[in-house]
């Protein structure tokens, strides 16, 4: 009795503190003697699919990915962890099979070495069985010479484009001859562009969103070009651990994704998140 009260008063302090929960959370349905999956993502927000920074999760509203994750667990009975991580770390735990997946991983053909991509019966990976798609903008500082065109990329002089450190873009630029720097998070990046460090910034659209907002003065001359970079699928992508253990069972997690996006209550979901954001 003492220790649960004692427990509950430190809870009760760090809330009125403002100090972030265990990195671990656990969506409301268990199942007794059914697998346990760990899951892990990143620290930075990428409304509406993971909303918050930091370790922590508030399941009330943690995102549209989330919601996802927390039916599948529901549909095929086994109990979820899901954990946060910088994203090369997360990388690393699927790697060595200290989780079993992350989220969300584009397609690169050396990620094939970390990890499991949904495939196609003759071997190619599946975008039907994606978690979405999303898409990279590049991002200059208003009245930047910068231009892109969807095909050619001018304007830079003598500065690299900016990137998060791990994220697939960086091999994009570099396969067409762009100069990249790399950060290791969103708002890092942010404020080499505002310094005049890089000429541009390539990042997801909804994480650069998500980054900006967090300081609208100090970013408010950031802008975004169109069209996008580019636009990929992306993927829950598992471990050889996983996948080597319990096929079956990982097969289903990709099977369960791409029923739960075509059924009609999550698109109903997404409605909802994208209309919350919309009123803000």
Not at 132 to 153: E, M
Not at 182 to 200: E, M, P, S
């Amino acid at each position: 009795m003492r220790y649960g009260l004692i427990a509950g008063l430190l809870l009760a302090v760090a809330a009125l503190l403002g100090v972030s929960g265990p990195a671990k959370a656990e969506p409301p349905a268990t199942f007794a003697g059914r697998p346990t999956l760990t899951f892990v993502y990143e620290t930075e927000a990428n409304p509406p699919r993971y909303l918050g920074k930091g370790t922590a999760i508030n399941w009330d509203r943690p995102g549209l990915t989330l919601d996802l994750l927390r039916e599948l667990g529901s549909r095929l009975q086994v109990n979820l962890v899901l954990e946060r991580f910088p994203w090369n770390r997360g990388l690393y735990l699927v790697e060595t099979g200290e989780a079993d997946g992350i989220f969300h991983a584009s397609y690169k053909k050396e990620r094939e070495r970390i990890g499991v991509y949904p495939k196609t019966a003759d071997g190619a990976v599946d975008p039907t069985r994606a978690i979405f798609t999303q898409a990279y903008y590049l991002h200059v500082l208003r009245g930047s010479p910068v231009r892109w065109d969807g095909t050619t990329l001018s304007g830079l002089g003598d500065k690299p484009v900016g990137a998060t450190a791990g994220y697939s873009v960086v091999g994009d630029l570099e396969a067409m001859g762009v100069p990249v720097e790399t950060g290791k998070i969103q708002g890092l990046n942010l404020n080499k562009l505002v310094a005049g460090r890089i000429a541009a910034y390539a990042e997801l659209e909804n994480m650069a969103a998500a980054a900006i907002a967090t300081d609208a003065a100090a970013y408010a001359d950031v802008v975004k070009l169109e069209p996008p970079l580019i636009a990929k699928p992306y993927y829950l992508l598992l471990s050889h651990a996983f996948a080597d253990r319990d096929p079956a069972l990982a097969e289903a997690v990709f099977e369960t994704i791409a029923e739960i996006n075509a059924d009609p209550a999550f698109q109903a979901r997404a409605s909802d998140y994208a209309a919350a954001d919309a009123s803000r």
